[in-house]
């Protein structure tokens, strides 16, 4: 028989006195430990869930890896490269790739009779992933793009839209000034969509591959790159590392360089801002675990105190202090494993109603999403729940020697 842990379970099940100072010291350390674990599972998912949003919408607009000319790659102008089926079979064997899609960006001008609007076309054919789109699209429906044939669709931005006051199934003109030359075409509006993040709605329309190629004046073979979707976001990396090995610094039959570049490198200020939300989450989980520990070092000293008696007893019975101190260590476990239960409860319930109706809602103006996105990650609250528990038992550890410093004989005259 464990006797530390018996005579903790019947120390802990006593009522006894409800006068006892104990007992609202044991309430208030259960819900302190309640209440900061709830408020680090609540942080935790929201924070993961709202990088995860934001990551996945950057990636939707641009992939997770980009190989294009080098010029392209490090500049803001557009240069055309040659990715012909060659070029696609190569990089869809790299191992680690999950799909490839080529892509040509060209810049116009959208004009209504009262307003006009500069933007980028961005040019996709047969092939391109839709998904993100789709899951964004608010009015209208997405076209099938081409590589081979113009159908005169386009797909614009709600802030587009609206700033032009155009709608789904509505016509529109747009300009292009190529080598002083000045071309029109006359686009149907197919969709609307809206992802909230101002970077790219304000700027970034879709068309037909085949009509962001004419319009640059390339060959038939040339784009502007080849966009690729990994298997593992975490070894994005090691992924590109292949592609530098195998296609950057390679040149095609025009003699222009191929380069590559991650999703990371391409928006390095969204991704830096990202990472700035790790260390808030340090903090509020340093400060929390801190809380908890507090309220459980408080509370551990006023029962040590308030079982004085038992304690001299028990030494008078032979009991040595490591028993002892195992006995109220016990005692401590109980209290927080209570405390972590409902803050188990509070926690992940407040996330799972956060995710179910979207009730706290946010400015997408400023935070991109127009409620606070969540997301229940299970090993980690797992890992949240035994970082907590060895901390507050460990420092429990320096209080339970008081107990070496009491005297059974001074101890069983105190009251």
Partial sequence: MNFPLFIAKRIYSDQGDKRKV?????????????IGLAVMIVSVCVVLGFKHTIRDKVIGFGSHITVAEFSTINGNTQFPIVINDSMMNVLRKINGVKHVQKF????GILKTEKDFLGVVFKGVDEKYDTTFIH?????????????????QKILLSKLMADKLQLHAGESVYAYFINNNNVRARKFTIAGIYQTNLRKFDEILCFTDLYNAVKINGWKEDQVTGAELTVNDFEEINQTEETIIALVNRTSDKYHNTYSSATIQESNPQIFSWLDLLDLNVWIILILMICVAGF?????????????????????????RNKVIRHTFLWFAVFIIGKGMLWGNILGIGIVTLQKLTGLIKLDPATYYVDIVPVEIN?????????????????VLIAPSYLISHIHPAKSMRYE
Wanted: hydrophobic share 55%; proline share 4%.
């Fill in 22 to 34: 104990s007992r609202p010291a044991i309430r208030i350390a259960t819900i302190g430990v309640a």
């Fill in 104 to 107: 040509a960006m060209t810049q």
């Fill in 135 to 151: 899951d964004n699209l608010l009015e209208g429906y997405i076209p099938t793009f081409s590589s081979s044939a113009s159908k």
């Fill in 295 to 319: 309220t459980m070092i408080s509370g551990l000293l006023i029962i040590i105190l308030e079982r004085t008696n038992m304690i001299g007893v028990m030494k008078a019975l032979g009991a």
């Fill in 378 to 394: 299970i090993p980690m609250i797992l890992l949240i729940n035994i970082c907590t528990l060895i901390v507050s038992v460990f």
